[in-house]
C-alpha cells in the first residue's frame, strides 16, 4: 500500500496491529485484495478496523487530501512506467493479452488526472446499495 493509505494510518501507524498491509485491485479479474503481516490474536481486531475502512470509503468519507495523494501516487507510477523497461514490456504485455483495450499510457494519466471526487461517489453510491440489499 501507499504510505498514506487510510489502512496504513490506522492500522499499523495509530494501533500498531500490523507489520504491514495494504490493498490491490486486479482490473483484469475485477476483483481487490487486501493482505497484512499481522500476529494472529489481533486478527479480529484487524477485521473490524478494516471493515470500518471499507464501510466508511463506500459511504463516501474519503478526504480530499488521501484522494490527492493518490491520484498524485497513482500518477507517478505511471510516469515511472514509461521510463523504465518493465513498465513497458507489462503495458505490451497487456496490449497483446487484451488487443481489444486501449493501454496507452498517456491516455492513463489523462484518464486518472480526470478522476473527481464526484466520480468515485457515482460509483460507490450503487454499490453500497447492492450491498446492503444483499446483491453482492
Known sequence: GYYH???IKE??????LAYSISSD???QKGFSVITA???YENAE???KIIDKVIEDYLNNDISVDIFNMTKET???DLYIS???????????QLT????NRCFDIEQRIKEIESVTLDDINVVTVPLVTSIKAGAV
Open 5 to 7: 493509505s487510510t489502512l
Open 11 to 16: 492500522v499499523r501507524e495509530k494501533l500498531s
Open 25 to 27: 485491485y486486479n482490473p
Open 37 to 39: 503481516g499481522i500476529n
Open 45 to 47: 481486531q484487524v477485521i
Open 74 to 76: 497513482l500518477l507517478n
Open 82 to 92: 514509461r521510463d523504465s523497461l518493465i513498465g513497458m514490456v507489462n503495458f505490451l
Open 96 to 99: 497483446i493479452r487484451f488487443p
